[in-house]
Protein backbone atom coordinates (compact mmCIF):
# COMPACT_ATOMS: atom_id res chain seq x y z
CA UNK A 1 0.00 0.00 0.00
CA UNK A 2 3.05 2.18 0.99
CA UNK A 3 4.14 1.75 -2.47
CA UNK A 4 1.09 2.91 -4.53
CA UNK A 5 0.69 5.83 -2.63
CA UNK A 6 3.37 7.89 -4.13
CA UNK A 7 2.28 6.83 -7.28
CA UNK A 8 -1.65 7.94 -6.92
CA UNK A 9 -0.28 11.36 -4.84
CA UNK A 10 1.96 11.38 -8.58
CA UNK A 11 -1.00 11.08 -11.12
CA UNK A 12 -2.92 13.33 -9.42
CA UNK A 13 -0.86 15.93 -9.38
CA UNK A 14 0.53 15.02 -13.19
CA UNK A 15 -2.97 15.46 -14.44
CA UNK A 16 -3.40 19.01 -12.36
CA UNK A 17 -0.62 20.36 -14.72
CA UNK A 18 -0.94 19.00 -18.02
CA UNK A 19 0.54 21.22 -20.26
CA UNK A 20 3.94 21.60 -17.60
CA UNK A 21 4.01 17.81 -18.13
CA UNK A 22 3.62 17.90 -21.99
CA UNK A 23 6.17 20.57 -21.81
CA UNK A 24 8.43 18.38 -19.76
CA UNK A 25 7.97 15.52 -21.37
CA UNK A 26 8.48 16.85 -25.29
CA UNK A 27 12.19 16.03 -25.29
CA UNK A 28 12.16 12.52 -23.66
CA UNK A 29 9.29 12.13 -26.72
CA UNK A 30 11.50 12.93 -29.56
CA UNK A 31 14.83 11.38 -28.33
CA UNK A 32 12.83 7.96 -27.73
CA UNK A 33 11.05 8.94 -31.11
CA UNK A 34 14.25 9.57 -32.69
CA UNK A 35 15.91 6.30 -31.34
CA UNK A 36 13.25 4.09 -32.77
CA UNK A 37 13.16 5.88 -36.42
CA UNK A 38 16.80 5.34 -36.46
CA UNK A 39 17.06 1.91 -35.66
CA UNK A 40 14.19 0.99 -38.10
CA UNK A 41 15.45 3.27 -40.64
CA UNK A 42 18.98 2.30 -40.55
CA UNK A 43 18.18 -1.91 -40.09
CA UNK A 44 15.75 -1.25 -43.50
CA UNK A 45 18.99 0.50 -45.20
CA UNK A 46 20.77 -2.31 -44.29
CA UNK A 47 18.80 -4.86 -45.22
CA UNK A 48 17.92 -3.36 -48.87
CA UNK A 49 21.73 -2.85 -49.95
CA UNK A 50 22.28 -6.44 -48.76
CA UNK A 51 19.89 -7.82 -50.79
CA UNK A 52 21.21 -6.03 -53.95
CA UNK A 53 24.92 -7.14 -52.93
CA UNK A 54 23.08 -10.92 -52.52
CA UNK A 55 21.11 -10.67 -55.81
CA UNK A 56 24.57 -9.96 -57.81
CA UNK A 57 25.04 -13.65 -56.87
CA UNK A 58 27.57 -15.70 -54.70
CA UNK A 59 29.88 -16.92 -57.56
CA UNK A 60 31.21 -13.34 -58.32
CA UNK A 61 34.81 -11.73 -56.94
CA UNK A 62 35.83 -8.01 -57.29
CA UNK A 63 38.80 -6.56 -57.10
CA UNK A 64 39.41 -3.04 -56.17
CA UNK A 65 42.71 -0.85 -56.90
CA UNK A 66 44.46 -0.19 -53.77
CA UNK A 67 44.96 -2.18 -50.74
CA UNK A 68 42.99 -2.42 -47.56
CA UNK A 69 42.95 -5.15 -44.60
CA UNK A 70 40.34 -7.71 -44.46
CA UNK A 71 38.52 -5.75 -42.18
CA UNK A 72 38.06 -2.46 -44.08
CA UNK A 73 37.02 -1.27 -47.24
CA UNK A 74 39.46 -0.61 -50.19
CA UNK A 75 40.36 2.91 -50.48
CA UNK A 76 38.89 3.00 -53.81
CA UNK A 77 35.69 2.83 -52.24
CA UNK A 78 36.09 6.20 -49.92
CA UNK A 79 36.30 7.79 -53.05
CA UNK A 80 40.40 8.05 -53.51
CA UNK A 81 41.46 7.64 -57.49
CA UNK A 82 43.83 4.49 -57.64
CA UNK A 83 45.40 3.66 -60.93
CA UNK A 84 46.86 0.62 -60.59
CA UNK A 85 44.56 -1.95 -61.86
CA UNK A 86 44.82 -1.91 -65.68
CA UNK A 87 43.43 -3.55 -68.75
CA UNK A 88 46.08 -6.50 -68.84
CA UNK A 89 45.64 -6.98 -65.95
CA UNK A 90 41.88 -8.16 -66.65
CA UNK A 91 43.16 -9.93 -69.64
CA UNK A 92 45.68 -11.85 -67.28
CA UNK A 93 43.07 -13.07 -64.86
CA UNK A 94 40.40 -14.47 -68.15
CA UNK A 95 43.43 -16.95 -68.60
CA UNK A 96 42.87 -20.69 -67.56
CA UNK A 97 46.25 -20.95 -67.03
CA UNK A 98 46.53 -18.42 -64.04
CA UNK A 99 43.05 -18.75 -62.68
CA UNK A 100 41.21 -21.88 -63.68
CA UNK A 101 38.31 -21.56 -62.01
CA UNK A 102 37.39 -18.59 -63.45
CA UNK A 103 34.62 -18.68 -66.19
CA UNK A 104 34.13 -15.16 -67.45
CA UNK A 105 35.51 -11.27 -66.36
CA UNK A 106 34.43 -8.20 -66.79
CA UNK A 107 36.27 -3.97 -66.43
CA UNK A 108 34.48 -1.40 -66.12
CA UNK A 109 35.31 1.86 -65.39
CA UNK A 110 32.21 4.65 -64.10
CA UNK A 111 31.26 7.97 -63.79
CA UNK A 112 28.64 10.36 -64.74
CA UNK A 113 27.46 12.66 -67.25
CA UNK A 114 24.94 14.81 -69.76
CA UNK A 115 23.00 12.52 -71.80
CA UNK A 116 21.19 14.22 -74.66
CA UNK A 117 18.56 13.33 -77.30
CA UNK A 118 17.33 16.02 -78.77
CA UNK A 119 15.63 18.54 -76.40
CA UNK A 120 15.99 16.17 -73.76
CA UNK A 121 18.71 15.85 -71.36
CA UNK A 122 19.36 14.13 -68.15
CA UNK A 123 22.23 13.42 -66.14
CA UNK A 124 22.72 10.18 -65.71
CA UNK A 125 25.36 7.16 -64.64
CA UNK A 126 27.51 5.96 -67.58
CA UNK A 127 29.62 2.24 -67.73
CA UNK A 128 32.16 1.63 -69.57
CA UNK A 129 32.71 -1.95 -69.85
CA UNK A 130 33.74 -5.32 -71.38
CA UNK A 131 31.30 -7.26 -73.68
CA UNK A 132 31.35 -9.83 -71.23
CA UNK A 133 29.39 -7.65 -69.09
CA UNK A 134 26.27 -9.40 -70.08
CA UNK A 135 27.76 -12.87 -68.95
CA UNK A 136 29.22 -11.83 -65.58
CA UNK A 137 26.46 -9.81 -64.26
CA UNK A 138 23.29 -12.49 -66.26
CA UNK A 139 21.88 -9.32 -67.94
CA UNK A 140 19.38 -9.35 -70.47
CA UNK A 141 18.76 -7.45 -73.21
CA UNK A 142 14.91 -6.92 -74.23
CA UNK A 143 15.21 -4.73 -77.20
CA UNK A 144 18.18 -4.62 -79.75
CA UNK A 145 21.80 -5.98 -78.54
CA UNK A 146 24.80 -5.78 -76.51
CA UNK A 147 28.22 -4.77 -78.19
CA UNK A 148 30.50 -7.11 -79.79
CA UNK A 149 34.53 -7.47 -78.30
CA UNK A 150 34.87 -6.07 -81.70
CA UNK A 151 33.25 -2.89 -80.97
CA UNK A 152 34.90 -2.85 -77.28
CA UNK A 153 38.56 -2.71 -78.86
CA UNK A 154 38.55 -0.49 -81.83
CA UNK A 155 36.49 2.61 -79.80
CA UNK A 156 33.17 1.76 -81.56
CA UNK A 157 30.56 4.64 -80.16
CA UNK A 158 27.44 2.20 -79.72
CA UNK A 159 25.75 2.54 -76.56
CA UNK A 160 23.10 0.09 -74.57
CA UNK A 161 20.01 1.76 -72.09
CA UNK A 162 18.99 1.02 -68.85
CA UNK A 163 15.23 0.95 -69.31
CA UNK A 164 14.72 3.83 -66.94
CA UNK A 165 17.48 6.14 -69.07
CA UNK A 166 15.74 4.89 -72.19
CA UNK A 167 12.02 5.81 -71.26
CA UNK A 168 13.73 9.55 -69.47
CA UNK A 169 14.74 9.82 -72.95
CA UNK A 170 12.80 8.69 -75.61
CA UNK A 171 9.35 8.39 -73.91
CA UNK A 172 7.71 5.93 -76.17
CA UNK A 173 9.55 6.74 -78.92
CA UNK A 174 11.89 3.41 -80.32
CA UNK A 175 15.69 4.15 -78.78
CA UNK A 176 17.28 1.36 -81.33
CA UNK A 177 19.13 2.95 -83.86
CA UNK A 178 18.89 6.62 -82.44
CA UNK A 179 21.89 9.12 -81.73
CA UNK A 180 22.50 10.39 -78.26
CA UNK A 181 25.31 11.99 -76.87
CA UNK A 182 27.57 11.65 -73.79
CA UNK A 183 29.61 14.77 -73.30
CA UNK A 184 29.24 16.02 -76.53
CA UNK A 185 29.84 12.71 -78.30
CA UNK A 186 27.46 11.21 -80.22
CA UNK A 187 26.68 7.35 -79.98
CA UNK A 188 23.99 4.76 -81.54
CA UNK A 189 21.63 3.08 -79.04
CA UNK A 190 21.73 -0.89 -79.97
CA UNK A 191 19.78 -2.32 -77.18
CA UNK A 192 17.75 -1.75 -74.03
CA UNK A 193 18.39 -3.75 -71.27
CA UNK A 194 15.29 -5.94 -69.70
CA UNK A 195 14.10 -4.61 -66.10
CA UNK A 196 15.87 -5.24 -62.77
CA UNK A 197 15.08 -3.15 -60.39
CA UNK A 198 16.35 -0.23 -58.17
CA UNK A 199 19.52 -0.75 -56.80
CA UNK A 200 19.56 1.31 -53.45
CA UNK A 201 20.20 4.41 -51.92
CA UNK A 202 23.41 6.60 -53.91
CA UNK A 203 23.78 3.55 -55.80
CA UNK A 204 23.23 3.85 -59.29
CA UNK A 205 21.34 0.15 -60.75
CA UNK A 206 21.53 -0.98 -63.97
CA UNK A 207 17.92 0.27 -64.76
CA UNK A 208 19.26 3.75 -64.30
CA UNK A 209 22.77 3.54 -66.76
CA UNK A 210 24.02 4.22 -70.34
CA UNK A 211 26.59 1.10 -71.06
CA UNK A 212 29.16 2.00 -73.46
CA UNK A 213 32.36 -0.42 -74.46
CA UNK A 214 35.30 -0.15 -71.96
CA UNK A 215 38.14 1.50 -74.23
CA UNK A 216 35.56 4.48 -75.47
CA UNK A 217 34.99 5.30 -72.18
CA UNK A 218 38.28 5.43 -71.01
CA UNK A 219 39.89 7.80 -73.84
CA UNK A 220 37.10 9.22 -75.81
CA UNK A 221 35.26 10.23 -72.17
CA UNK A 222 36.94 10.09 -69.11
CA UNK A 223 40.79 10.47 -70.55
CA UNK A 224 42.13 7.79 -68.07
CA UNK A 225 43.93 3.94 -68.51
CA UNK A 226 43.00 2.22 -65.80
CA UNK A 227 40.31 0.36 -64.66
CA UNK A 228 37.75 1.15 -62.10
CA UNK A 229 37.28 -2.40 -60.94
CA UNK A 230 37.11 -5.38 -62.19
CA UNK A 231 34.72 -8.59 -61.44
CA UNK A 232 35.25 -12.43 -62.52
CA UNK A 233 32.35 -14.75 -62.51
CA UNK A 234 33.88 -18.40 -60.73
CA UNK A 235 33.02 -21.96 -62.20
CA UNK A 236 31.51 -22.65 -58.86
CA UNK A 237 30.72 -20.99 -55.22
CA UNK A 238 32.44 -23.63 -53.92
CA UNK A 239 35.87 -22.57 -56.10
CA UNK A 240 35.71 -18.99 -54.57
CA UNK A 241 38.46 -19.17 -52.03
CA UNK A 242 40.98 -20.79 -54.76
CA UNK A 243 40.40 -18.44 -57.29
CA UNK A 244 40.96 -15.47 -54.66
CA UNK A 245 44.50 -17.05 -54.22
CA UNK A 246 45.20 -17.43 -58.18
CA UNK A 247 44.23 -14.03 -58.27
CA UNK A 248 46.18 -12.39 -55.41
CA UNK A 249 49.54 -14.61 -57.33
CA UNK A 250 48.45 -13.54 -60.63
CA UNK A 251 48.34 -10.21 -60.02
CA UNK A 252 51.67 -9.63 -57.57
CA UNK A 253 53.60 -11.59 -60.50
CA UNK A 254 52.06 -8.87 -62.79
CA UNK A 255 52.68 -5.78 -60.13
CA UNK A 256 55.97 -7.62 -59.25
CA UNK A 257 55.12 -7.18 -55.45
CA UNK A 258 57.34 -10.08 -53.42
CA UNK A 259 55.24 -8.70 -50.08
CA UNK A 260 51.86 -9.48 -49.82
CA UNK A 261 51.48 -6.49 -47.55
CA UNK A 262 52.90 -3.94 -50.27
CA UNK A 263 49.49 -5.31 -52.19
CA UNK A 264 47.89 -2.54 -54.44
CA UNK A 265 44.64 -3.96 -54.65
CA UNK A 266 41.87 -6.02 -53.13
CA UNK A 267 40.05 -8.88 -53.61
CA UNK A 268 36.57 -9.47 -52.26
CA UNK A 269 33.96 -11.85 -53.11
CA UNK A 270 30.20 -11.55 -51.76
CA UNK A 271 30.97 -12.84 -48.12
CA UNK A 272 33.45 -10.00 -47.94
CA UNK A 273 31.33 -7.02 -49.21
CA UNK A 274 28.28 -8.39 -46.73
CA UNK A 275 30.57 -8.32 -43.87
CA UNK A 276 32.35 -4.77 -44.60
CA UNK A 277 28.96 -3.32 -45.82
CA UNK A 278 27.30 -4.62 -42.40
CA UNK A 279 30.52 -3.58 -40.41
CA UNK A 280 30.16 0.53 -42.33
CA UNK A 281 26.44 0.49 -42.04
CA UNK A 282 26.35 -0.57 -38.60
CA UNK A 283 29.42 1.76 -37.71
CA UNK A 284 26.61 4.82 -39.11
CA UNK A 285 23.87 4.08 -37.08
CA UNK A 286 25.27 3.52 -34.04
CA UNK A 287 26.98 6.95 -34.92
CA UNK A 288 23.16 8.21 -35.79
CA UNK A 289 22.06 6.25 -32.25
CA UNK A 290 24.39 8.56 -30.39
CA UNK A 291 23.54 12.00 -31.38
CA UNK A 292 19.46 10.43 -31.01
CA UNK A 293 20.24 10.21 -27.28
CA UNK A 294 21.89 13.67 -27.08
CA UNK A 295 17.90 14.82 -27.06
CA UNK A 296 17.46 12.26 -24.17
CA UNK A 297 19.93 13.59 -22.01
CA UNK A 298 18.52 17.25 -23.26
CA UNK A 299 15.20 15.66 -21.99
CA UNK A 300 16.53 14.82 -18.99
CA UNK A 301 17.67 18.07 -17.77
CA UNK A 302 14.32 18.97 -18.98
CA UNK A 303 12.44 16.96 -16.56
CA UNK A 304 15.32 18.13 -13.72
CA UNK A 305 14.44 22.00 -14.04
CA UNK A 306 10.80 21.42 -13.96
CA UNK A 307 10.83 19.30 -10.95
CA UNK A 308 13.02 21.85 -9.25
CA UNK A 309 9.77 24.09 -10.11
CA UNK A 310 7.49 21.67 -8.77
CA UNK A 311 9.63 21.21 -5.51
CA UNK A 312 9.63 25.06 -4.65
CA UNK A 313 5.84 25.46 -5.90
CA UNK A 314 4.65 22.82 -3.60
CA UNK A 315 7.06 23.35 -0.60
CA UNK A 316 3.79 24.08 1.88
CA UNK A 317 2.23 20.43 0.62
CA UNK A 318 5.21 18.52 1.32
CA UNK A 319 5.82 20.67 4.52
CA UNK A 320 1.82 19.36 5.48
CA UNK A 321 2.61 15.65 4.44
CA UNK A 322 5.88 15.81 6.84
CA UNK A 323 3.27 17.07 9.65
CA UNK A 324 1.25 14.45 9.51
CA UNK A 325 3.71 11.95 9.85
CA UNK A 326 5.09 11.25 6.45
CA UNK A 327 9.06 10.44 6.23
CA UNK A 328 11.69 11.85 4.22
CA UNK A 329 11.85 8.49 2.21
CA UNK A 330 8.01 8.98 1.41
CA UNK A 331 8.91 12.04 -0.34
CA UNK A 332 11.87 11.16 -1.56
CA UNK A 333 9.58 8.15 -3.56
CA UNK A 334 7.07 10.89 -4.27
CA UNK A 335 8.78 12.88 -6.48
CA UNK A 336 10.73 10.01 -7.71
CA UNK A 337 7.76 8.57 -9.15
CA UNK A 338 6.36 11.51 -10.43
CA UNK A 339 9.99 11.73 -12.48
CA UNK A 340 9.60 8.65 -13.79
CA UNK A 341 6.00 8.80 -14.30
CA UNK A 342 6.33 11.55 -16.63
CA UNK A 343 9.51 10.09 -18.24
CA UNK A 344 7.75 6.84 -19.26
CA UNK A 345 4.70 8.52 -20.61
CA UNK A 346 7.17 10.72 -22.74
CA UNK A 347 9.20 7.50 -23.80
CA UNK A 348 5.70 5.67 -24.65
CA UNK A 349 4.48 8.02 -26.94
CA UNK A 350 8.03 8.32 -28.36
CA UNK A 351 8.07 4.79 -29.32
CA UNK A 352 4.17 5.13 -30.66
CA UNK A 353 5.56 7.92 -32.69
CA UNK A 354 9.26 6.86 -33.86
CA UNK A 355 6.89 3.45 -35.07
CA UNK A 356 4.51 5.54 -36.76
CA UNK A 357 7.16 7.23 -38.75
CA UNK A 358 8.71 4.14 -38.97
CA UNK A 359 6.08 2.67 -40.96
CA UNK A 360 4.91 5.95 -43.15
CA UNK A 361 8.71 6.03 -44.24
CA UNK A 362 8.43 2.54 -44.87
CA UNK A 363 5.08 3.24 -47.32
CA UNK A 364 6.58 6.55 -49.02
CA UNK A 365 10.45 4.56 -49.79
CA UNK A 366 8.13 1.59 -51.53
CA UNK A 367 6.20 4.26 -53.48
CA UNK A 368 9.26 5.58 -54.58
CA UNK A 369 9.93 2.11 -55.87
CA UNK A 370 13.05 0.60 -53.41
CA UNK A 371 12.10 -2.92 -52.01
CA UNK A 372 12.20 -1.79 -48.25
CA UNK A 373 11.36 -3.94 -45.89
CA UNK A 374 9.58 -2.35 -42.64
CA UNK A 375 12.39 -3.71 -39.97
CA UNK A 376 11.46 -2.93 -35.75
CA UNK A 377 13.97 -4.25 -33.19
CA UNK A 378 12.05 -5.25 -30.18
CA UNK A 379 15.32 -4.40 -28.34
CA UNK A 380 15.06 -0.79 -29.68
CA UNK A 381 11.81 -0.80 -28.11
CA UNK A 382 12.54 -2.09 -24.81
CA UNK A 383 15.69 -0.32 -24.94
CA UNK A 384 13.89 3.22 -25.70
CA UNK A 385 10.93 2.36 -22.62
CA UNK A 386 14.15 1.61 -20.20
CA UNK A 387 16.47 4.56 -20.96
CA UNK A 388 13.30 6.94 -20.99
CA UNK A 389 12.49 5.50 -17.09
CA UNK A 390 16.28 5.27 -15.99
CA UNK A 391 16.40 9.04 -17.30
CA UNK A 392 13.44 10.08 -15.16
CA UNK A 393 14.97 8.73 -12.15
CA UNK A 394 18.60 9.96 -12.27
CA UNK A 395 17.59 13.21 -13.39
CA UNK A 396 14.81 13.52 -10.97
CA UNK A 397 17.02 12.15 -7.91
CA UNK A 398 18.61 15.83 -7.06
CA UNK A 399 14.25 17.49 -6.94
CA UNK A 400 13.74 14.48 -4.90
CA UNK A 401 16.67 14.49 -2.68
CA UNK A 402 16.83 18.34 -2.14
CA UNK A 403 11.95 17.73 -1.54
CA UNK A 404 12.92 15.34 1.20
CA UNK A 405 15.21 17.41 3.09
CA UNK A 406 12.66 20.36 3.59
CA UNK A 407 11.91 21.01 7.32
CA UNK A 408 8.21 20.74 8.04
CA UNK A 409 8.32 24.26 10.09
CA UNK A 410 10.02 26.03 7.62
CA UNK A 411 8.25 24.47 4.94
CA UNK A 412 4.37 25.44 6.83
CA UNK A 413 5.76 28.76 7.39
CA UNK A 414 6.54 29.36 3.76
CA UNK A 415 4.78 32.05 1.92
Avoid: C
Wanted: no cysteine.
Amino acid sequence: MNLLNPIKISYKNLLSAKGRSFLTILGIIIGVAAVIIIFSVGLSAQALILDQIKGIGSNLIGILPGASDEEGPPAAVMGISITTLKYDDLLALRKEKNVPEVEDAAGYVMGTAAVEYGVNSLNASFTGTTASYINVEDAEISRGRFFTEEEESNLSRVAALGITVANDLFGTEDPINKKIKIKGHNFIVIGIFKQRGTAGFGLAGLDESVFIPLETAQKLIMGIDHLGFIRLKVKSADLIESAKANIKITLRERHNINDPANDDFSVRDQASAIETISAVTNALRYFLLAIGTVSLLVGGVGIMNIMLIAVNQRIREVGLRKAIGARNSDVLSQFLAESAAISFMGGLIGIILGLLIAYLSSIIVQKMGYNWPLLISPMSIVAAAGISIFIGIVFGMYPARKASKISPMEALRYE
